[in-house]
């Protein structure tokens, strides 16, 4: 009788695993993971919320589009599992969360479109010509600096209209990055940020207002993230390479082309991303306005207000899926997959959250029981019998 009972004790030991399997497989309890930030990679995320759900029915995402700048200041406030942004912390904003890891989630391109009846996309703009329409300094669309790039079109006599963000933006951080980087003027007398004082021009939230603002409104134009512009059907502006030998096309290859060039050494998880760019990179194929995109997440998630370890042990499984699996929603949205490199140092991030300081526990209670019952049957009967529990040496 005691060496059946130590025998099943032993079966239930060696099913353990099994247990764990079926209990995770069939957990009905349901989990809201909450998120917010960037309105660059929106379209993607949604796309993310979707499609984990149909695998995960009892896993829901609430993604708040409200811009870089606020979603970073939900992290601060520990009210988020995590924040999406498409400009990288900087150092204030790593004192204010510390204990974060950067996790680049996506790639896109923004695009200068423009709304010009008669005129399609394909206008070639040049980057001091793009800075100096945004500062004012060029203000009608046949001024001879377009004129001259463009032979042939029929640009109108009409003031230009630029609509840019009101909110704190990533697109912005992205957008005034380039602008500093190929006109010097613009970056000491405006300057790089999620926020600037934009010498001209009507503001709205979100990528989306801004598409709304130039899709809405003759001879306006604005930078736009490249899904929107292409879900908006918008025209845009073909835009010369960091070589100067080309005028490129924002695609996903092109953004692709420029990703490649500067995305082959980054920071540590926990390091400083703060000078982290990938705008105007060498290339003939290389469109010089793209970006990163991020999520930022605590290593410790604990710190979360209302987080518990089961459900930290979700927001990891999301995390893990939106840079492996996920990905393959990219191209169609017209973001560019991450490279598999990029996909290992993120895995390799993901890898270093935790809960209370130790590492998520993979066993559910269920299997906690059953290995309890076997690790004190067999002490129990193996101290009563005097049965050892290793080989004589």
């Known amino acids: ?127 001091p010509v793009i800075a100096q329409i945004f500062m004012g300094s060029i203000t009608m669309w046949n001024d001879p600096a377009i004129a001259n790039l463009n032979p042939g079109m029929n640009l109108p ?44 021009g009507t503001a709205a939230p979100g990528n989306a207002g801004v598409a709304n603002i130039v899709k809405s409104t003759p001879y306006a134009c604005g930078y736009v993230e490249l899904a929107y512009a292409y879900q908006n059907n ?59 995109t991020y999520v930022f997440v605590y290593k410790d998630l604990s710190q979360v207000s209302g987080e518990t370890s089961d459900k930290a042990q979700e927001v990891i499984n999301f995390l893990n899926w939106i840079v492996t699996d996920g990905q393959k929603y990219a191209s169609t949205l017209l973001y560019v997959p991450l490279p598999d490199a990029m996909v290992k140092a993120d895995q390799n991030a993901i890898s270093e959250i935790r809960f209370g300081g130790s590492a998520v526990p993979e066993f559910g209670p269920i299997a906690t029981a059953v290995l309890a019952i076997a690790i004190v049957s067999i002490i129990a009967v193996s101290a009563k019998t005097g049965l050892r529990l290793a080989p004589r040496l």
């Open 234 to 292: 918008m025209s845009y502006a073909f835009v010369q390479n960091a070589d100067g030998n080309a005028f490129v096309e924002p695609t996903i290859d092109s953004v692709a082309a420029d990703a490649a060039a500067a995305a082959t050494s980054l920071p540590a998880p926990d390091g400083d991303w703060s000078k982290v760019s990938i705008v105007n990179q060498p290339g003939s194929n290389s469109y010089p306005i793209s970006t990163l």
């Open 157 to 200: 006599s009409q003031k230009i209209l630029t609509a840019h963000r009101s909110d704190g933006s990533g697109t912005t951080y992205a957008f005034t990055d380039y602008l500093s980087k190929v006109y010097p003027q613009w970056k000491t007398s405006v300057g790089q940020g999620k926020t600037v004082p934009w010498p001209v």
């Open 1 to 127: 009788m005691k060496k059946t009972f130590l025998a099943v004790a032993f079966m239930l030991l060696l099913t353990v695993p099994s247990v764990i399997l079926y209990a995770n497989a069939q957990s009905s309890q349901s989990y809201t993971i909450t998120a917010g930030g960037s309105t660059f990679v929106f379209p993607l995320m949604d796309t993310w919320r979707v499609q984990y759900n149909n695998l995960h029915s009892n896993i829901k995402l609430n993604y708040q589009s409200i811009g870089s700048g606020a979603g970073i200041k939900l992290l601060d406030q520990k009210t988020v599992d995590f924040a999406a942004s498409d400009a990288p912390l900087q150092p204030s904003e790593q004192t204010a969360a510390a204990g974060t890891v950067t996790i680049p989630e996506s790639i896109g391109g923004i695009t200068i479109s423009y709304n010009l009846p008669g005129i399609d996309k394909g206008m070639k703009l040049t980057g």
